[in-house]
C-alpha cells in the first residue's frame, strides 16, 4: 500500500536532499508546509526561486550580491580599500561583520585547497585576488581562512603567491577563545596562545 | 552594513519558519538551496506548489490524497470496510500502515481534543465519523489517538458519542514497547502492562 500521495512523497524527498535534514525530519517540513495558507506556501517557493534568480557574485570580491552590481561592502565609500580579508565562504564575511571591528574588504576564495577532493588554486577564486592586488592599491591582505589543516595550507600556499607583489600578508591570530575555560582548551591552543602572549 | 542580500535574507527568513530550524540551520539551508544548479532549484520550488495544490482530503476517511478521489486505502477493495482505525493525525495512518497488520479503513481527525488550545469537537473531523458509523456497515471503530491525556481524553469523548450507533469501540493496547528495558519504563505503563497481561 502506497503511504503517501506522489506529490507529497516528492516533496519529502526534496526536503530530505537538504543538509542536516533526515526522511523523518522531512516528512514533518512537508507537513508543515502542506498545513500553510496557500499565499504562504506560493511566498515560500518564490523566495526560494527568487533568491537563485537574483543572487551573483560580486565582481569584484566574489561575495554574494543582488543583482550585477557590487556588492554593498564593495560599493561603500567608508569602506577602507588598502585592506583585504581573504575568507573560504560567504557565511566568514557575516562572522567577521558580526564583529563589527573590520573596516577594510573582503575577498571571498570560495573554498580552500583540498587535495583530497580535488580542489585545487584553479577551483578557488584566486586569480582575480592577485589580479586586485596586483593594482597596487593594497597594503595588507589578512588571510581569515579556517584554523584547520586545510585553512591553513590555503593561507600558506596564498601568502607564498602574494610576497612578490610586495603586499603585507597577516593571518589571524590563534589563541584561548573569549569566555573558554583553559581545562578545555586543546594542547595546539594553548601552545599558539603562549607563543603569542603579549604584555599587560 | 547588510550583510546579506535581500533576497538571501528572505530565503532564510522562510526557512527559520519552519518547525525545528533555527536561524543558523536556515541560513545553511539557504546557503545549500543557492549552491544547487538551476534546474534543480525549479524542481524543489515546484514540489511545494505542486505538493499544496494536488493534494486534498479523502472525502469518506479526511486522510491526504491526491486529486478529489477516495484515498488509496478506502479506494481499495482488499480493505475491511467493517473495521474503522481513528487517528489525529496522517502522520499516524503512515505509521499503522507501516505495520503491516493492519486491514481495516481509517479516520483522520485532523487533531485532538484539547480546550487548553480552544480545540473543540467542531475543530475536528468527528462529524464524517459519525456519519460513517450511522450507516450501519462500520462494525468496529479503534481509537488510535496518542496515549497522552489529550488523545485519551478524544479518545473517550469519541467512545461516548459512538456507543449510541450499537457500535464496538476499543482502544490500542498500553504496555511495555518491544525492544524496551522495564528499568527505563515508567510506571504508568508498567502498572497498565501488568493489568493487559497475558496468558502464554
Given amino acids: 500500500?502506497?503511504?503517501?500521495?506522489?506529490?507529497?512523497?516528492?516533496?519529502?524527498?526534496?526536503?530530505?536532499?537538504?543538509?542536516?535534514?533526515?526522511?523523518?525530519?522531512?516528512?514533518?517540513?512537508?507537513?508543515?508546509?502542506?498545513?500553510?495558507?496557500?499565499?504562504?506556501v506560493e511566498v515560500f517557493a518564490?523566495?526560494?526561486?527568487?533568491?537563485?534568480?537574483?543572487?551573483?557574485?560580486c565582481p569584484v570580491c566574489q561575495n554574494l550580491t543582488e543583482g550585477?552590481?557590487?556588492?554593498?561592502?564593495?560599493?561603500?565609500?567608508?569602506?577602507?580599500?588598502?585592506?583585504?580579508?581573504?575568507?573560504?565562504d560567504p557565511k566568514d564575511v557575516i562572522a567577521i561583520e558580526r564583529a563589527r571591528e573590520y573596516q577594510g574588504q573582503y575577498h571571498v576564495l570560495h573554498g580552500v585547497l583540498s587535495p583530497m577532493n580535488g580542489v585545487g588554486p584553479d577551483d578557488l577564486h584566486i586569480k582575480s585576488l592577485l589580479g586586485r592586488v596586483s593594482q597596487g592599491e593594497i597594503e595588507?591582505?589578512?588571510?581569515?581562512?579556517?584554523?584547520?589543516?586545510?585553512?591553513?595550507?590555503?593561507?600558506?600556499?596564498?601568502?607564498?603567491?602574494?610576497k612578490p607583489f610586495g603586499v603585507k600578508?597577516?593571518?589571524?591570530?590563534?589563541?584561548?577563545?573569549?569566555?573558554?575555560?583553559?581545562?578545555?582548551a586543546d594542547d595546539a591552543t594553548l601552545m599558539r596562545a603562549l607563543e603569542g602572549r603579549r604584555e599587560m
Fill in 1 to 40: 500500500m502506497e503511504y503517501f500521495p506522489p506529490a507529497l512523497e516528492k516533496l519529502v524527498e526534496q526536503f530530505a536532499r537538504l543538509p542536516g535534514i533526515g526522511r523523518k525530519s522531512a516528512q514533518r517540513l512537508a507537513f508543515f508546509t502542506l498545513s500553510l495558507p496557500e499565499e504562504e
Fill in 46 to 57: 518564490q523566495s526560494i526561486q527568487e533568491a537563485k534568480r537574483s543572487i551573483a557574485l
Fill in 68 to 88: 550585477d552590481g557590487l556588492c554593498p561592502v564593495c560599493a561603500s565609500e567608508k569602506r577602507d580599500g588598502r585592506t583585504v580579508c581573504v575568507v573560504a
Fill in 140 to 162: 595588507e591582505v589578512i588571510m581569515a581562512t579556517n584554523p584547520d589543516t586545510e585553512g591553513e595550507a590555503t593561507a600558506m600556499y596564498l601568502s607564498r603567491m602574494l
Fill in 169 to 184: 600578508v597577516t593571518r589571524l591570530a590563534y589563541g584561548v577563545p573569549v569566555g573558554g575555560h583553559l581545562e578545555y
